[in-house]
């Protein structure tokens, strides 16, 4: 089995988010079931040279965009046993930045369209295409219009991964046949509330829709998590489900991690105690009071459940616990989370930004890690922070919901809330408190959550079983 990943970013290349973990694991899980995958990404400036190093030149040849003939150079480079291709194109990649631009319908419909050329001229012809979010979602429409009745190509199918329906590549009507290259035929594909939407057009032509949890490919059947794509959603649920994201437990291992304070095993709690102990210092948080640290690494957007966070976080510290939070994004909370610092010296600890250094240290340093989500089509934080020991409260949403379950129940690796609601929210911390004192108790749930199998092994076989089924293999 043939598998071509398609997607905008991808780990250790470049990454603003989960994606590119995904991007990063999941080939490597999925060839260690025989099946043979290769990644595709953009050629970003942001790729470091160490990586550009590592790089080969392939070839180079023309895309068709519409009236344009665009320049497409593939370079490619092996790690870890997967081969990534990269699109180069200097006008469209060639900037400080990854996404953000005027004209990233443009970019991401090139992408999608160099995709697609790229196979004719690599040694690798996949069975499966497989797109990752509205960067690549035309890659199935240009599937369907352009591609399906040339030689070679037939027997290709597609697979659609939706990583979180809120961006969806909304753009204006008028961009599609200019900008994408959709013919005025095909236009009802896109065509979703007066606008184009990329994701959309993927929805209706792929061979398979999935999602990032089974709970997520349930929620967004519903409006009030589906952005405006339910109705669309509940007539493909005929080849929509979701398959839980799991982490690469060789990056993320207490045991081995080089950018933790100290190694630790679950037999070697102490060793977690002095890598809190580390942190609490770096920080400036009081350690010597022996009262829980909670964590929290996150984009400071609305649907991470920050609302809920602000609204009792003086209740929060009130029950004596101590908060370190890493994360960037809207202004309001960022200037939200430096005021708390500023009035709780001590007690609260923040850092604006994203420092995947910092992040590891706080997964592996703090006792409670605190995710209250609106949405989260999966979450890796919730995982990570299992795999150091570092005791998850959730909200019972998409993959924090198929990942964590409440220790009152009898497999417990976590604590959670049902409702939106911050007394909930703050019940279940006051849960974890109460436990955190109770020591014997609290070993044993730290050593469970550190026994629990987060790793990609099971979701690649649910892959492999989607893909068989296409493929009648
Ligand atoms: C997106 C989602 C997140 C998920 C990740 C990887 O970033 O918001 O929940 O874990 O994609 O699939």
């Given at each position: 089995m043939k598998i071509l990943f398609a997607a905008s970013e991808a780990v250790p290349f470049i990454a603003s988010g989960g994606l590119a973990d995904v991007i990063g694991a999941l080939p490597k899980a999925l060839q260690a079931k025989k099946a043979e995958c290769r990644v595709i990404i953009p050629l970003y400036a942001g790729i470091k040279p160490e990586w550009r190093e590592k790089m080969r030149y392939v070839t180079n040849f023309p895309v068709q965009l519409g009236w344009r003939s665009l320049y497409c150079g593939i370079f490619e480079a092996v790690v870890d046993g997967v081969k990534y291709y990269f699109v180069d194109n200097e006008y469209y990649?060639?900037?400080?930045?990854v996404y953000g631009f005027y004209d990233d319908a443009e970019r991401y419909a090139f992408f999608s369209k160099a995709v697609l050329e790229t196979i004719k001229h690599i040694d690798f012809k996949p069975d499966i295409v497989h797109c990752h979010d509205w960067q690549t979602a035309l890659v199935p429409v240009y599937y369907q219009l352009?591609?399906?009745?040339v030689a070679g190509y037939e027997r290709i199918k597609t697979v659609f991964t939706i990583h979180n329906i809120q961006y969806q590549g909304k753009y204006g009507y008028e961009t599609m046949s200019e900008v994408m290259d959709i013919p005025p035929s095909a236009k009802s594909l896109l065509d979703y509330d007066g606008c184009a939407n990329m994701m959309k057009g993927a929805i209706e032509v792929s061979d398979k829709v999935t999602t990032v949890s089974p709970t997520y490919a349930k929620e967004i059947l519903n409006p009030w998590y589906a952005h405006g794509l339910d109705y669309l959603l509940r007539s493909k649920q005929y080849k929509l489900c979701g398959i839980l994201n799991g982490i690469d437990n060789d990056q993320y291992n207490p045991q081995t991690d080089p950018l933790i304070y100290q190694n630790y095993t679950a037999d070697d709690l102490p060793g977690k105690e002095a890598n809190k102990k580390r942190l609490c210092e770096d920080m400036h948080l009081n350690y010597e009071d022996g009262t829980p640290l909670l964590g929290m690494v996150t984009r400071?957007?609305?649907?991470?459940?920050l609302d809920l966070v602000k609204y009792v976080f003086e209740d929060i510290l009130n029950r004596g616990i101590k908060i370190v939070l890493l994360g960037s994004g809207e202004y309001f909370y960022e200037s939200f989370f430096r005021e708390m610092a500023y009035r709780h010296p001590g007690q609260v600890a923040v850092t604006i930004g994203f420092i995947p250094d910092l992040a590891r240290k706080i997964y592996a340093s703090s006792d409670l890690f605190l995710m209250p989500s609106k949405s989260e089509p999966c979450g890796l934080a919730q995982m990570i922070s299992l795999r150091y020991g570092t005791i998850p409260i959730v909200r019972e949403t998409g993959g924090l919901k198929d990942s964590i379950q409440d220790c009152?129940?009898?497999?417990?690796n976590g604590f959670t809330f049902q409702s939106y609601d911050a007394q909930d929210m703050l019940w279940a911390i006051t849960r974890a408190k109460d436990l955190f004192y109770d020591k014997p108790n609290w070993g044993n749930l730290v050593r469970y959550a550190m026994a629990y199998d987060c790793s990609w092994n099971r979701s690649a076989e649910s892959y492999m079983g989607l893909y068989r089924e296409l493929c009648n293999a």
């Open positions: 990649f060639k900037r400080d930045g352009y591609y399906k009745y400071l957007v609305g649907h991470k459940g009152g129940s009898l497999h417990g």
